[in-house]
């Protein structure tokens, strides 16, 4: 508890001067032309009033509305809007729409999304959207943001280890990354955390981006403008898709980006197929397309894909798309409405989207002051609250990779031991600690810093020359330093100069001469050292993990402001760690597997290995899931409503696959409903053997029982997070549903139920369900 207050001491509030200007909005009631406007009347529909308002607006004020930077209608009292902020683990400036350049400076920096992903708890994703969106409403209140629509979450799935964004997903499981993007959505947005109570007010928008199959930023000379991605109808179904999906209809969110990439020659902003039949038409959404931005530009000046921009502009419009993220349509809309490219009708659906969005958002009813958002104060950004979740977030997501001979949790009887912090990453600035896409955090910790509240004389010293890059390293003197001290912690892994926007990786090394310092430190230290990983993505450390001279790995993702005293707080013993990985760490030969194939299914016949746990099969570094933990814990399945599930309620289907008949119902078929009644309840007795407290995601996987191509090897079904004192046991309850959990795509892409045995799975025990179609 002590050490709890000292930290407490040092997240400060921070004090922010009264506003005085107001905030952008549109119909304010002081002028009383706005009165007369039916679309700045809140009580009427919002697309009667839309329709108002494109029935004042000229031709050439449409058209100025297409594009990210809206300028204002000063004749209809209109002010300029920016479409585009970024607030991916907190509100950032990497967008134009926000600035820190005033009373407010700085806001929350939680972790990379990575690492929030890796605590499997989606009800602190929720916690940490709500807080998000909390803030940026402060911080419009306060004058400083143009815009209220935000571009995440980013919510891709992670397919390939090099992907140099991959560390902005919740990772590489679509179950995983669906329940993150739906309890961020509904937490930015200002809905309940079940969902349901927003009826169309927004606190803040969120976007689920990219739309789709976008995971290949820049390798080896493809890069994402000009990479079109062959996908299958079967992963598109099964992969690709479902986050999505789930974004918008249980998550509810109010945006949509498009992508640069081509999705089976089609680039994502021009597919018709795409954004109105699938999105709007099959999953009901409502709110607004954006396109990434230059996207549209691109598809007719790099990919070609139309002989004229007026035709992008025709095409994209056409497609679905509402809003550019650049100033494409500013130069060619007008000559494409000129040319009669483009119709009427579909500017106007563009624009009746997007000022529905702005009307949600309450800028188009007075003064939002004086609305329950317009209460947030600037007090709220940076609270202690918001402060404390970054933390919380940290210490549940840092996960333990190796323990052995339980070296952790060090000894906490400072100033008697000694510590010595080396490497590249141990002081690393917060470029490197909060990862990308990341604004002016609150407070910012190093690494070095978090150790230095237990032990007050660490020393530290950088061992590579240059940072994580590490092409020269010092290892002499790092050694030197390793061998006056009782315990060592390395800090090595990655930074943004290695993994980013517009940079994948090449390998999964440790770059430079980091492995080598790390082998010789730990072979001069007199107890086996600790080894910390920053990085996103992953990195083939089995060298370290066979080291008996390495006695403990963490991974510790790019843990945010407050980071550095969440990873001390693990290693020595004031948290015990529970986070599993969510992404599987492969062995560095993977990367023969080259990037651009985005088949997730193995092709045993061609030696293809098939990525992520669902479809590899080949050895791995660690596993999806994997993270260890100061106590044991055991599992027990204690209840599953029915063995057998009897799916007779449709017809029955037959296909070979592989010279083997396979019997399967179609989901479509089967309905809503019956699927619903079909749902199994299963219940796991978990029991902490440890003598610490800890709060453990339980993981509940299924996998068929004879293994069959087309099958996933195993999937994740659910997941739920306990807190369990020492010794202390407790139910912990998970809805099936056969058709969401115990289906697969087929390769005309759609959902099936297999006839066959299946096995339910947490940890090493097993429950099998037979499904009798
Ligand atoms: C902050 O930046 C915006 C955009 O550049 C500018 O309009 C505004 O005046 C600035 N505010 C202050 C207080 O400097
Ligand atoms: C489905 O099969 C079960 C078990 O044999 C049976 O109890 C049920 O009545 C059947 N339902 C239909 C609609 O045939």
């Not at 407010?104 to 499997?120: D, G, K, M, N, R």
């Not at 958002?373 to 977030?393: D, R, T």
């Not at 210490?395 to 000894?411: A, C, E, F, M, Q």
Request: proline share 6%; glycine share 8%.
């Amino acid at each position: 508890m002590g050490i709890r207050f000292t930290f407490a001491a040092i997240i400060f509030l921070t004090l922010h001067t009264a506003h005085s200007s107001n905030p952008p909005f549109a119909c304010d009631w002081s002028n009383p032309a706005s009165k007369s406007y039916p679309f700045c009347n809140p009580k009427l529909p919002i697309p009667q009033r839309t329709k108002d308002l494109l029935s004042r607006l000229t031709l050439q004020e449409k058209l100025s509305q297409l594009v990210n930077t809206a300028p204002s209608i000063p004749r209809l009292g209109i002010p300029a809007y920016q479409w585009w902020s970024e607030a991916l683990h907190g509100v950032g400036n990497v967008g134009p729409g926000i600035h820190f350049n005033a009373s407010i400076s700085s806001a929350t920096s939680f972790p990379q999304v990575i690492l929030s992903a890796a605590t499997f708890d989606s009800l602190l994703w929720y916690r940490i959207g709500r807080a998000i969106g909390i803030e940026a409403r402060a911080i419009y209140n306060a004058a400083q943001a143009q815009g209220l629509t935000f571009w995440a979450p980013n919510i891709n799935i992670f397919r390939d280890p090099r992907w140099g964004r991959g560390q902005e997903t919740p990772g590489e499981d679509p179950l995983l990354t669906s329940r993150y993007a739906v309890s961020y959505v509904r937490g930015l947005q200002g809905d309940s955390f079940h969902g349901r109570k927003l009826r169309g007010h927004l606190q803040a928008s969120a976007c689920c981006k990219h739309f789709t199959a976008y995971d290949l930023d820049n390798w080896k000379g493809v890069d994402r403008f000009l990479f079109d991605a062959r996908v299958s109808l079967q992963d598109l179904a099964d992969t690709y898709q479902p986050p999505f999906q789930s974004c918008v209809q249980q998550g509810g969110a109010s945006g949509i980006m498009c992508a640069y990439n081509r999705v089976n020659g089609v680039p994502s902003c021009a597919d018709f197929n795409l954004l109105t039949k699938t999105v709007r038409k099959k999953w009901h959404f409502r709110g607004y397309i954006t396109s990434d931005c230059g996207a549209v530009g691109i598809i007719h000046d790099q990919q070609g894909f139309t002989k004229s921009a007026e035709e992008a502009v025709a095409d994209v419009l056409r497609a679905g798309m509402d809003v550019e993220c650049g100033s494409y349509l500013t130069d060619h809309a007008e000559s494409a409405v000129l040319q009669k490219k483009v119709s009427m009708s579909e500017i106007d659906r563009a624009l009746h989207n997007l000022f529905s969005i702005r009307m949600r958002l309450g800028l188009f009813g007075g003064n939002p002051r004086s609305l329950p958002f317009g209460m947030i104060g600037p007090n709220h950004v940076c609270s202690k609250e918001h402060q404390y979740l970054a933390l919380e977030a940290a210490r549940n997501g840092i996960v333990l990779l190796k323990n052995s001979p339980t070296l952790l949790p060090l000894p906490k009887t400072s100033p008697s031991i000694s510590l010595a912090v080396i490497g590249p990453n141990a002081n690393a600035s917060p470029l490197t600690l909060l990862g990308n896409y990341a604004g002016p955090p609150c407070k910012f910790v190093t690494i070095l810093q978090g150790f230095q509240h237990y032990v007050k004389n660490a020393v530290y010293h950088p061992g590579c020359d240059g940072g994580p890059k590490c092409s020269s390293a010092k290892i002499e003197q790092a050694v030197e330093v390793a061998k006056k001290v009782d315990y060592v912690v390395l800090v090595m892994g990655l930074d943004q100069s290695e993994e980013r926007e517009e940079r994948d990786r090449i390998h999964l090394d440790l770059p430079g001469k980091q492995l080598e310092l790390i082998n010789s430190v730990a072979e001069a230290s007199k107890k086996p050292v600790i080894l910390v990983l920053l990085c996103g993505g992953p990195v083939d450390i089995s060298s370290a993990k066979y080291n008996h001279k390495i006695g403990g790995i963490l991974w510790a993702g790019y843990p945010g402001e407050l980071g550095g005293i969440a990873l001390a707080q693990i290693i020595f013993g004031d948290h015990n760690p529970g986070g599993r990985l969510p992404v599987t760490w492969y062995p560095k030969d993977y990367i023969k597997v080259p990037m651009t194939d985005m088949r997730m299914r193995a092709d045993p016949s061609t030696g293809y290995p098939g990525r992520t746990y669902r479809f590899y099969k080949g050895p791995k570094v660690y596993e999806f899931g994997y993270g260890l933990s100061y106590s044991k814990y055991s599992y027990e399945f204690v209840s599953v409503t029915h063995d057998k599930l009897h799916l007779n309620q449709s017809s029955t289907h037959f296909t070979v696959e592989n010279s083997e008949t396979v019997r399967y119902k179609l989901v479509s078929e089967l309905g809503e409903q019956t699927c619903q009644s079909m749902s199994l309840s299963v219940t796991v007795r978990v029991q902490n053997h440890g003598s610490m407290v800890g709060k453990h995601p339980v993981l509940l996987f299924m996998r068929p029982k004879i293994q069959k191509s087309g099958n996933p090897l195993k999937q994740l079904v659910g997941f739920q997070s306990v807190v369990l004192d020492a010794g202390e046991m407790a139910h912990v309850g998970f809805a099936v549903s056969p058709c969401e959990h115990l289906s697969r795509a087929n390769e005309a892409g759609a959902m099936i139920i297999e006839e066959g045995s299946q096995v339910l799975l947490v940890d090493d025990q097993e429950h099998p369900i037979d499904i009798i179609v």
